[in-house]
């Protein structure tokens, strides 16, 4: 293999290896009665890229695709359902206040404005509790698991690769014991 060629994919390697490995989505979930509460959080989805484009007057948008899932030995995972939650940050250049608007699955769920970045931040990027499932349906003393995918908007970065890079992704197991 030539040289160029050589360096070429070590490079690609490296890119890709530093964007997949530099941040993960840290998910818990917790199976209750009635309802698989997840926790979920991006502790370094808050980047100064990100930042900038927040402050910048732009609506910055953090989505993260929620899905329950049952996994099998011979065939693709089992979907059992999914949620969406997402956090909308805009700012305020006259006053210098943050709003920032959290849905879930399209409904407003929570809108605070504050003129404190740490919070927003933890707005955006931290959930806890969120009853996003229910449990009717999954089978008692079996293994399920939660996967979050991340993904930012506006996305401003270039990319060696011709598809999207969506995301971070994060999942947990949990078994579903019934009380």
């Given at each position: 293999?030539?040289?160029s060629?050589?360096?070429l ?31 979920f ?46 956090a ?64 930012t ?9 011709p ?17």
């Open positions: 293999m030539p040289r060629k050589r360096l994919a070590a490079l690609l390697f490296v890119t890709l290896g530093a964007v997949v490995g530099a941040q993960q989505v840290r998910v818990t979930p917790l199976a209750l009665a009635e309802r698989v509460l997840v926790s959080e991006v502790p370094d989805a808050f980047t100064d890229e990100m930042r900038a484009s927040i402050e910048s007057g732009l609506n910055t948008s953090f989505t993260y695709d929620v899905e329950l899932r049952r996994g099998t030995t011979l065939w693709v995972d089992r979907l059992i359902s999914s949620a969406r939650v997402s909308t940050v805009q700012f305020d250049n006259l006053t210098r206040l943050y709003q920032v608007t959290v849905t879930h699955d399209g409904r407003v769920e929570q809108t605070q404005v504050t003129p404190d970045e740490g919070e927003v931040r933890a707005l955006a990027t931290a959930f806890h509790r969120l009853p996003l499932f229910g449990t009717r349906g999954l089978e008692p003393n079996a293994e399920y698991y939660v996967r979050v995918r991340a993904r908007s506006p996305t401003s970065h270039w990319s060696l690769v598809w999207e890079r969506a995301s971070l992704l994060g999942s947990a197991r949990f078994t579903f014991i019934p009380r």
